[in-house]
């Protein structure tokens, strides 16, 4: 971005850092170099979501940040407090149930398909000597039941063990990070503390409610402003940290009910012993401890209007130590001498697949009708799929986690079973519940009915094509007979559009998913088998379309996960794919966690504080103006830091996006938090905005707010893509069509960057307090306060363009890695 290969980094770490020119990495104490021209600095925060190579097991929690992206899709509405709460406790819940799930399927594998049918079977456990130890007819201390359940739950609870410390080990390092201070030290103040160091307790900024703040000095009245310039958006920590202890909890919870379970069972079929008194007993503490866990999850939700920094230390610590008691207990009851116990039939608690569907389905119901009410109050045209877009993604989500653990069942199942088809006997095991199969076989169906809206989309853009053509031909002043290029750049054009079909697309796939995912719970409840043996003696033709059905659906499943498992290796071995892995997760990481604590984690929880404190202090020490350029990703990360500054330090910075899909995908998908009204307070509080945008870009477009504070508008576009048609003297190979990257090889985007620049304020001197402290105004004052005075900060004459294409500060250039 820089274009200077000896770029040096002038704050930050390894993985965020600010990087500048060496050249010009001691420019504020050459302020008479930079008289006529700016300074050029990035911030790059690529290693945040591509950066080592455990990034590769963010692929196995896919789901987990899906179902999170639901809590922030959100309607824009106004009053309906309750249903807003409503909704995000539906979606909380939602994310629970993929916990459950998860470790129901490591269950189901592990308990019920190894240690309970092959390890019970002679003939299955004959095939595999490492469960020789486990069999009856070795009549081992292990060949019980009970205890080979204890021994096979290792895995489930490694399983939770895993995601806790994935959790755990991001959670202390993104939200964790204390938001910035209202004042650093000025540099020549004697005794005074590091300005860069926030390790002491973050000030109090008030009540936080974003109605509004006012200019230091002017007494004017700020207007109402996003979400997203609440003072506790950006720290999420607390609620993190309760939604792990609960999450964690269930996970463990439902291994300690299937080994209760099965147990219990047993001692009821027996019914004698004191041993039929401690089952219920332990099943009603194991219940006890999940209604503790709904509690938890819905008792509370994100606290945005105040830095919390406050932790639960009840609900962090006595939560899982609870869970890991009675955990510990089910292995006591289970691993207890019941001679004559043996392991028929599947596995007691497999009913649990179903309940779980259930669950799901009534949920995602729900939350269709909570969202269709917010919408219904305050509609917005351009929401995507008309405020449906939060339950689609949830939908998506459960067929997400369905496909992942229903893969992995399916497959170890298939290994297990020799030749046979698990389900249909002939075989050592039954084989998975039969839930799993009937989802596995709807797959095939959903592939088919896909084709349609495939197909319908490939027509439409071919006849796009054709008819962008008369005006691409008119624009470069050519013929439209010269086909080749004319059709390659209208393709380009139409190929882009094809995003605004997205929501759709998505809206049938969910819907299709729904109803299909309903007929495989209601197929395996009424018949409780497979397809292919529940439609025998129906004829020649549905059995063969059930066997069918179910043999690919096994297959497609099976091969998801197994392609999920080649992306993640790719990932951890080679760089290049690990940041392709990052650019996916740009959008999907960008939300804090607010409704599955084992999502990835959100990187602008440390991007947004690092560029606010880059962009206050910057402005406050030198008095400077900055132009802050943002390219994809990173105008959203732009557009969120400028949300958390002061009105002081907000005057003096120009916002430059291109290639921003602030509207586009932002605004359509998330309108509660970038809707037209939030984009339009945005333009208004900006002393001036520039929005670039071309027709061959599939991510960025218009923010479509009109006019911006100083009276210009704020779009401009179409750009011109290529800019030259043919072949010149001066350029004698064809110029690519850029569609989303190189904007800054466009000399639209020099020119705009200077014109802003020039249409900033003057530069202000320095103000110091008698400590030497320099005044930073804070940076999300609450309503009706204001910050300690205008800074007067530095009379060093610099001007400056801060990039953030992966976002950025003080300065010019661009942001770190572009997003696409």
Known sequence: MLGDPCAVRVSGDKIAAVYRRAADADAEHHPERYRDRPIPEAYSWSNLTSGNGSRALWLLLLPFMVVNLAHWMRPSTTGLGRTQRFYGLLVRLVALTLTVLLTAAACEVALDLTAWQ?????????????????????????????????????????????????????????????PPVSAVPAPDATNAPDATNDAGPAPAAGSGAPSGDSAPGTGERARPRSALARPGFWYGRRLVARLRAAHVAAGLLTVAAALAAAAADHDRTVGEGPLTVLGPLLQAALAAGALAVLYVVCSRGRSERHRDSTLDRAVSGALPGGSVALLLLSVVYASWSRPGWTSTGPLPGNV???????????????????????????????TALRGLAGPAVAMLSCALAGVMT??????????LDGDATPGMGGGPI???????????????????????????????????????????????????????????????????????????????????????????????????????????????????????????????????????????????????????VGILWDVGTFWPRAAHPFAPPCYAERAVPDLTWRIASWTALTGGRLVLSGHSQGSVLAAAAVWQLSPATRHRVALLTYGSPLERLYGRWFPAYFGTGQLKDLSTELH??????????????????????????????????????????????????????????????????????????????????DAGAVLIPPLAAAPGTTGPGTADPGGAGLGGTAGAGRATSAGQGSSGRSSG
């Open 118 to 178: 092959c390890a019970g079977s002679a003939e299955c456990a004959a095939q595999y000597a490492w469960l020789g130890f486990v069999s009856p007819a070795e009549h081992g201390w292990w060949s019980q039941p009970g205890r080979r359940l204890s021994l096979a739950a290792l895995l489930p609870v490694a399983v939770v063990a895993l995601l806790w410390l994935l959790s755990a080990r991001t959670w202390s390092t993104y939200e964790a990070a204390r």
């Open 352 to 382: 649990a697949f179903l309940l779980l569907s259930l669950a799901q389905l009534a949920l995602v119901t729900l939350l269709a009708v909570a969202a269709h009410t917010l919408y219904r109050r305050t509609a917005q045209p351009r």
């Open 406 to 415: 229903g893969g992995v069942a399916q497959r170890v199942a298939d290994w």
């Open 430 to 580: 039954l084989g998975p519940p039969a839930l799993l199969s009937w989802q596995a076989s709807v797959i095939p169906v959903l592939l088919v009915l896909l084709v349609v809206p495939v197909a319908v989309l490939s027509l439409r853009t071919a006849r796009a094509t054709r008819a962008l053509e008369p005006a691409v031909a008119k624009e470069y002043g050519k013929s439209v007979d010269d086909s080749p290029r004319i059709r390659q750049i209208a393709g380009t054009r139409a190929r882009a559009a094809l995003t605004d079909s997205a929501p759709r697309l998505l809206g049938l796939i969910a819907g299709a998913t729904l109803l299909l995912g309903a007929a495989a719970v209601a197929g395996s409840w009424v018949s409780g088998q497979v397809p292919g043996s529940a439609l025998r003696g129906s004829g020649p033709f549905p059995e063969a379309v059930a066997e069918t059905a179910q043999a690919l659906g096994s297959w497609f499943i099976g091969l998801g996960f197994v392609l999920l498992v080649v992306l993640g290796r790719r990932a951890y071995l080679y760089p290049s794919a690990r940041r392709t």
């Open 688 to 769: 001036c905005w520039r929005n670039l945008w071309r027709a061959t870009d599939p991510i960025g477009g218009p923010v479509r707010v009109g006019r911006g504070g100083d009276g210009t508008e704020v779009d401009r576009g179409p750009l011109k893509d290529p800019l030259l048609y043919g072949r010149t003297v001066q350029d004698p190979l064809p110029e690519p069509v850029y569609g989303h990257s190189d904007y800054q090889d466009d000399p639209v985007f020099a020119e705009e960057r200077a014109a802003l620049l020039d249409r900033l304020p003057p530069l202000l001197p320095p103000q110091r307090t």
